[in-house]
T-cell receptor, first 116, second 110 residues
């Protein structure tokens, strides 16, 4: 597709429950990025993939968070045992290729996760 | 680790006034990008600057990259209500993830 598709748009979980978010990158884009936006401003980088391989996971919390990008499937971000502080908008972005002069990110519309 | 600071956090202007947001990095950047996020929306890419001292213009928007590649600015001339939103700079060191500033939220009154 011509846009990054994220589902669901909204997700409500009770504290301790699992949350799973999905992202379908733009067709032909080989890089996928996950960002967490808290308080509508601060973007925190979580993880990136080059195709199905983890490219950079320096932002991923060591516990509870995991992500995958499998062939022929949407990418996913999973949070085990959600906590109140996980409430945020989770944005997925994709880019065509990672070169010195090009890496424009195309963002999806985000998943608003509310942990109650 | 790498940090990207952006000021001001908020700016309110009257329609027709100019607006500038500034971005500073603690380290030299390989490139810097600017994004705009409308209220309730997602970030949309505006531009990328790569060269030291680079200046690029898009209609009323002027983007600059500092000589030392540690700072950047976005200037909007004669703001319009359609300029409302949050403007983010995002910088990258070679081989690292794109790090976003905290953004400058612009409001414009007519």
């Amino acid at each position: 597709g011509e846009e990054v598709a994220q589902t669901p748009k909204h997700l409500v979980r009770g504290e301790g429950q699992k949350a799973k978010l999905y992202c379908a990158p733009i067709k032909g884009h080989s890089y996928v990025f996950w960002y967490q936006q808290v308080l509508k401003n601060e973007f925190k980088f979580l993880i990136s993939f080059q195709n199905e391989n983890v490219f950079d996971e320096t932002g991923m919390p060591k516990e509870r968070f995991s992500a995958k990008c499998l062939p022929n499937s949407p990418c996913s971000l999973e949070i085990q045992a959600t906590k109140l502080e996980d409430s945020a908008v989770y944005f997925c972005a994709s880019s065509h290729y990672r070169g010195y002069n090009v890496e424009k990110l195309f963002f999806g519309s985000g998943t608003q996760l509310s942990v109650l | 680790g790498q940090q990207v600071m952006q000021i001001p956090q908020y700016q309110h202007v009257q329609e027709g006034e100019d607006f500038t947001t500034y971005c500073n990095s603690s380290t030299t950047l390989s490139n810097i990008q600017w994004y705009k996020q409308r209220p309730g929306g997602h970030p949309v890419f505006l531009i990328q600057l790569v060269k030291s001292g680079e200046v690029k213009k898009q209609k009323r928007l002027t983007f600059q990259f500092g000589e030392a590649k540690k700072n950047s600015s976005l200037h909007i001339t004669a703001t319009q209500t359609t300029d409302v939103g949050t403007y983010f700079c995002a910088g990258r060191q070679a081989g690292t993830a794109l790090i976003f500033g905290k953004g400058t939220t612009l409001s414009v009154s007519s």
